[in-house]
């Protein structure tokens, strides 16, 4: 297996193997984990603040000196009109009384206390931190920020879920797309579309790659070497990996959110809007089965937010029948080694496949 590339050229790595940004899962001891063997870590920013960015860059940078990738949130924001307001206000209202019938004690914010920023605070804090690679989902990055990060050699790598958001990356310039099949965990990267394409990774990756010049990264379903030699041959130059890391021992989760993991079936896998307003694919639990089939839920990033103190409460009191347990669809054993050994499993074997 010969695994020197574009990619690993570009992004300075012996392997092309990318852990996956996963926010509320990756710490900078991951990133470090996975950069000490030589794939490539990577940080999620999420909507954390400028400030708090700087921190976390920094707190990664302590650990180690290995090149890390530091992945943001690229959607619009919809403004705060009267009607959003009202939803806002009975979606609060819903979610207080659910709260108190499950004792879960939790003051909800009012939609004016919310603290919502657009990434741009972000792209100045990677710009002044140094930072070499920036990997985004949920939209494209302007053409004014794909200037300004370019003229500081940042290599940008956004996200697909479909050709035509392969097409329209590579022609705004973006130097790697990552192709997000519907096996994968957590968010959906979509934003060319208000429908959520569920395109399976054999279909959409052979697609993207027939589609596109720029060099390939895949994330969706690779749990070992079978899946991962899978998406070489159908294109992939990168392969990303997060559900195989979430239960690592560098791994943010707590342990009752390991052991839900252990126990998971093939049905628990949902795609839902109930925590966040995007699709997001994680294990079914009593808060997504209520909320799914309701009025209760706001867009992107106002449900996100409206939801946080509840899944932080029920994170604090262990209960997953609130939290919100991000995973894809290859099952596995969640191994809770360190991400290093899991890593460096999947290069052996892939080796002597
Ligand atoms: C818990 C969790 C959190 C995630 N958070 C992010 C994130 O912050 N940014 C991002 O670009 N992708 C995020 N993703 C998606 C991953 O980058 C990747 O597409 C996915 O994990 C690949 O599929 P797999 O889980 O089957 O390996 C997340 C995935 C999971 C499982």
């Not at 870590?41 to 090149?67: H, M, V, W, Y």
């Not at 096996?183 to 959906?188: K, N, V, Y």
């Not at 989760?253 to 993991?261: G, H, N, Q, V, Y």
Request: glycine share 6%; proline share 3%; hydrophobic share 40%.
């Amino acid at each position: 297996m010969e695994w020197t590339n574009e990619l690993t050229k570009r992004l300075g790595i012996m392997f092309p193997i990318v852990q996956a940004p996963m926010f509320g899962v990756t710490t900078p001891e991951m990133v470090t984990a996975a950069s000490s063997v030589n794939c490539l870590g990577s940080l999620s920013l999420g909507d954390l603040d400028a400030e708090q960015c700087i921190t976390t860059i920094r707190n990664t940078r302590k650990l180690s000196n290995k090149p890390f990738a530091v992945n943001i949130f690229t959607h619009s924001i919809p403004p705060i009109t009267d009607t959003l307001r009202k939803k806002y206000q009975k979606t609060k209202v819903f979610l207080e009384r659910i709260s108190l019938q499950h004792d879960l004690d939790v003051i909800f914010p009012d939609i004016d206390e919310l603290n919502i920023s657009s990434y741009h605070q972000q792209i100045d804090a990677i710009i002044s931190e140094g930072c070499k690679i920036l990997s985004f989902t949920f939209g494209n990055l302007d053409s004014e920020s794909i200037q300004r990060l370019k003229k500081h050699e940042v290599l940008l790598i956004g996200t697909c879920t479909s050709v035509k958001e392969a097409i329209i990356l590579e022609k705004s310039g973006i130097d790697i797309i990552c192709v997000q099949g519907i096996e994968a965990g957590g968010h959906r990267g979509t934003f060319a579309s208000t429908k959520i394409p569920q395109i399976g990774g054999l279909s959409l990756l052979a697609q993207v790659s027939d589609a596109v010049n720029t060099p390939l990264i895949y994330a969706g379903g690779i749990y070992n070497a079978k899946t991962l030699l899978a998406t070489k041959t159908l294109g992939a130059d990168g392969f990303q990996v997060g559900s195989l890391l979430i239960a690592s021992k560098e791994s943010a989760l707590k342990a009752f959110e390991k052991d839900r993991l252990k126990q998971i079936d093939e049905e628990d896998i949902v795609l839902t809007k109930s925590f966040s307003g995007r699709f997001a694919q994680g294990i079914k639990n009593l808060f997504i089965e209520t909320l799914d089939s309701t009025e209760y839920i706001l867009p992107y990033p106002y449900q996100n937010k409206l939801t946080g103190v509840l899944r932080k409460a029920a994170k604090m009191q262990e209960n997953p029948n609130f939290a919100s347990i991000w995973t894809g669809q290859s099952i596995h054993k969640f191994s809770e080694d360190s991400t290093g050994n899991i890593l460096t499993e999947l290069i052996t074997a892939t080796e002597t496949f």
